[in-house]
């Protein structure tokens, strides 16, 4: 039997090289999946106000946060909500809503979460002029920073930014102040 040709080993090793990049890019491509993030879906719900006899008008709404993911959870590491009337140009009249959940916030897979938030506006010309003589729409602009966490590997922090539009809180014939929640849409 001959001995084998010195061109041999150089092909196994390259095949070898081969099958080894074939098989690493298998794994980035896997744990990429794996670890990209969720779609987080939000919702404004139970939009409503209170005009207290001073003249301050509270304005009070629900974030619902919807992960659908199985196998993905949500950790909130901050969330900035905030008010814009539709009486002038977008986020030129805007007003920073308290939020009263804890932050930050971890969501369970599969989970809807509900954030309380609130604007109170002091009894003033002002209020009159921001709420729109207590007939305008508002848009809610939710900014949170959000890591995910899949069985023990985290992700970086991602940015989310979402609006939602139009909410009224005043009126009980609108969609948003009868219960139907309002979307929020990517910005």
């Known amino acids: 039997m ?6 041999l080993n150089e092909k ?6 081969l099958a080894a990049t074939v098989v ?23 939009a409503g106000s209170h005009l207290s006899d001073d003249g301050t008008v509270q304005l009070n709404f629900t974030l619902a946060a919807n992960n659908p993911s199985r196998r993905a959870e949500v950790m909130y590491r901050s969330m ?3 008010v814009s009337n539709s009486t002038g140009l977008l986020w030129v009249n805007w007003v920073r809503a308290y ?26 010309p002002s209020t009159e002029a921001f709420t729109g ?12 920073m959000a890591r995910f966490k899949v069985g023990v590997a985290r992700t970086r922090l991602y940015d989310i930014k979402v609006y939602c539009r139009p909410v009224n809180f005043f009126s009980a014939s609108q969609s948003s102040a009868a219960g139907s929640p309002v979307r929020c849409h990517a910005a």
């Open 133 to 144: 003589n207590m007939k305008s729409e508002f848009t809610v602009k939710v900014t949170a």
């Open 12 to 17: 196994h090793y390259i095949l070898a090289a």
């Open 80 to 82: 900035f909500v905030d």
């Open 24 to 46: 690493a890019a298998a794994v980035v491509t896997v744990v990429f999946v794996v670890l990209s993030p969720a779609r987080v879906h939000f919702s404004v719900t139970n």
């Open 99 to 124: 939020v009263a959940t804890a932050i930050p916030l971890q969501q369970p897979t599969d989970n809807v979460t509900t954030i309380a938030a609130s604007v109170t506006l002091l009894g003033d």
């Open 2 to 7: 001959a001995p084998p040709a010195a061109g």
